[in-house]
């Protein structure tokens, strides 16, 4: 079992920047990619990044593109999102994921955080 705990939310200005870490337990960290998803009141979860179990390799959704960047932590079992320049769109609850495959489709996720709630201001 893999358990994933996010962290780092809250309420920011647009334009401003927030940085969530997922902490990550339970199984060999290296056994994984990790993925970052959000889901918007009445959408479905979408994804934002993914980064590969080495760390090598990483790949953004376009909206996010330039804005965030996704990073890993060995040391710490920890994945992180760095988001800055904030739009009210940006506007979700954000969850990592767990898959062992390499991709960005959200069934192919094996596990999930609890996730957090990440609010842009206009």
């Known amino acids: 079992q893999v358990q994933l705990v996010e962290s780092g939310g809250g309420l920011v200005q647009a334009g401003g920047s927030l940085s969530l870490s997922c902490a990550v337990s339970?199984?060999?960290?290296?056994?994984?990619?990790v993925g970052w998803f959000r889901q918007a009141p009445g959408k479905e979860r979408e994804f934002v990044a993914r980064i590969s179990w080495s760390g090598g390799s990483t790949y953004y959704a376009d909206s996010v593109k330039g804005r965030f960047t996704i990073s890993r932590v060995y040391a710490k079992n920890t994945v992180y999102l760095q988001m800055n320049g904030l739009k009210p769109d940006d506007t979700a609850v954000y969850y990592c994921?767990?898959?062992?495959?390499?991709?960005?489709?959200?069934?192919?996720?094996?596990?999930w955080g609890q996730g957090t709630q990440v609010t842009v201001s206009s």
């Open positions: 994921g767990a898959a062992r495959s390499y991709t960005r489709n959200v069934d192919d996720y094996d596990y």
């Open positions: 339970g199984r060999p960290f290296s056994s994984f990619h």
